[in-house]
């Protein structure tokens, strides 16, 4: 049965996705006896003994991350390796077995803990796949086993807003394939952490198929559900060797919810991408890429494609042997930090006039600036194109314009242009765009001075919401 494009236009988040859409952007840590060998995936043969990081703080991370303008933290509890950060009670390859703080530390506290403290959330990454472990391969003791593991992350260290799943898998001692019982695995987590998305080998949040930070120009929120399925089937197909950048899933085609797809889809689902990368080439820390951290210049930019592009932005930061965030990465963190309050923190829209050319009643234009993120603007019903022009008393100038559509009423907006209004009028555009969703941040190639704009809805699939117009000017 064919699925309409009004149907598509009425899917909506679950609660626990718009929570996490509200995020936008968090940081990945990776840290592990890796950490110490200088590779990338260990092989499970790595002593505790290795794991002896001489200065961690967690406090550190937290505070940098919070600095850099990111709302959370995931961990990576246990990498393929199987070492676990925290005092495990169904191994004793963890930290309780190393040297670090004589064998009485626990990572993954001090972690959530440090969340806590800069009001950041905490998530965690459990690698169903521990190459370390000698149930796995048995694949009913091992899902116990990982059940078990699971469930001591999810009740011992408050809440968890994130548990990101890697589909990574492979042979066990006994020469078997391991099958993960993900539905097992996720009727742990909805019982003890219901507010938790399940992301990229989970139904809640899609990889966005690259681990470059690379965004879809038009990222839609609705797409047909055998992605989601896909996302387990073809994850488990990952048998590559110490591949830093190994990809997984088959999803990186450019179109993943235009009509066209739309029209071939037996079910649509709401399964909104999630763009991670990392801060350096590796996923874990090694000194010999200590000149190439990513620039704030870069990794504005990829906030900006990310989180600007219906997307939320997953950031790693590997911390080094010392257990700390190298003072490279620190300084670009901080800077990008500066530069995101600073761009985004002066709304000049806030408080300018919006007359709109067709509204609901209690939804009218002037609600897409007015600071309050609970209303929005909607046009008639029946209305699928719409025209809000934005007026100031004095000129203004500015090279970014942000767009969020309320999606609690779904993802509806296809097409939109924006320009710029002189005294008598006339428009000259600056900008036309594609999808919107969450967040869509314009970028001008130059700033532009005015005393009118025009947001001008060319195509909704339903009619279309807006919760708000930002106008910003950035800075460097
Ligand atoms: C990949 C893993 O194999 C990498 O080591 C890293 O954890 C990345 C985020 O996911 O699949």
Request: proline share 4%; hydrophobic share 35%; glycine share 8%.
């Amino acid at each position: 049965m064919a699925i309409s494009i009004r149907e598509a236009a009425q899917i909506v988040p679950s609660d626990r996705q718009a929570a996490w859409q509200e995020l936008e952007f968090y940081g990945f840590i990776h840290f592990t006896v890796n950490t110490f060998r200088d590779r990338e995936w260990g092989d499970g043969s790595e002593s505790p003994a290795e794991f002896a990081p001489s200065a961690l703080d967690a406090r550190q991370w937290a505070e940098v991350a919070r600095d850099a303008g990111m709302k959370g933290v995931i961990l990576t509890c246990k990498h393929h390796d199987g070492f676990c950060l925290w005092p495990s009670a169904y191994t004793d390859h963890s930290v309780q077995s190393s040297p670090w703080r004589g064998g009485r530390g626990d990572l993954v506290r001090e972690t959530a803990e440090a969340c806590r403290e800069y009001g950041l959330k905490f998530g965690i990454y459990l690698s169903p796949w521990d190459r370390h472990e000698r149930s796995y391969g048995d694949s009913d003791a091992y899902n116990d086993f990982f059940v078990n593991q699971l469930q001591e992350l999810l009740t011992g260290y408050g809440e968890i807003f994130s548990v990101w799943f890697d589909g990574a898998c492979g042979e066990g001692p006994n020469g078997k394939k391991q099958v993960y019982d993900w539905d097992r695995y996720y009727e742990t987590i909805r019982r003890h952490q219901p507010g938790a998305v399940i992301s990229v080998c989970g139904p809640d949040v899609r990889w966005c198929g690259n681990e470059a930070g690379h965004t879809r120009t038009a990222e839609w929120s609705v797409v047909p559900g055998s992605l989601r399925d896909n996302e387990k089937i073809q994850a488990e197909s990952q048998t590559e060797d110490d591949g830093t950048f190994a990809s997984r899933i088959n999803s990186d085609e450019d179109d993943l919810g235009s009509r066209a797809v739309i029209e071939q889809a037996n079910e649509l689902v709401w399964y909104p991408a999630e763009v991670n990368t990392s801060i350096r080439p590796g996923w874990f820390y090694h000194a010999s890429e200590d000149e190439q951290v990513k620039s704030a210049d870069a990794l504005m930019d990829l906030y900006e494609r990310a989180v600007g592009g219906n997307s939320c932005f997953l950031l790693n930061l590997p911390p080094d042997r010392r257990g700390l965030l190298h003072e490279r990465d620190v300084s670009e963190l901080r800077e990008l930090g500066r530069r995101i309050r600073e761009t985004y923190g002066n709304d000049l829209a806030a408080g300018a006039s919006v007359t709109a050319s067709t509204f609901r009643p209690e939804h009218e234009g002037r609600q897409t600036t007015d600071g309050d993120p609970q209303t929005w603007w909607e046009a008639e019903e029946g209305a699928e194109q719409a025209i809000l022009d934005i007026e100031w008393k004095q000129e203004q100038t500015f090279d970014r314009i942000v767009l969020t559509e309320q999606i609690l009423r779904g993802q509806r907006i296809e097409a939109f242009e924006i320009e710029v209004l002189d005294e008598n009028g006339n428009g000259s555009n600056i900008h036309r765009g594609t999808v919107v969703g969450h967040k869509c941040i314009c970028r001008l190639e130059s700033s532009q001075t005015a005393r009118r704009l025009r947001v001008i809805i060319v195509q909704s699939r339903l009619n279309p919401t807006l919760r708000q117009v930002g106008v910003y000017q950035s800075c460097r």
